[in-house]
């Protein structure tokens, strides 16, 4: 189970300015370069976690960050 956080348009300093917020509030991340119809974007992930619960836990802190989130079965 994972965390997405955003998928950005191909905009790396964002993808990263993302990544510097999570990994700041103590999360671990990825990223994931995948095209889609609107254009290339960089999914930027966290996890991966044991539980759904931990998911939802870190989603809850991600939402305190102000970020988009959604908890997925990965």
Known sequence: TGVQTCALPI???KAKEARSKLENAGLKTYTQ???TK???RIRVRVGPFAT???ADKAAEKIRKLN???SVLKL
């Open 38 to 40: 609107e254009g290339k």
């Open 52 to 54: 759904k619960e931990e």
């Open 67 to 69: 970020l988009p989130t």
């Open 11 to 13: 905009y790396a300093a």
């Open 33 to 35: 370069e995948v095209d």
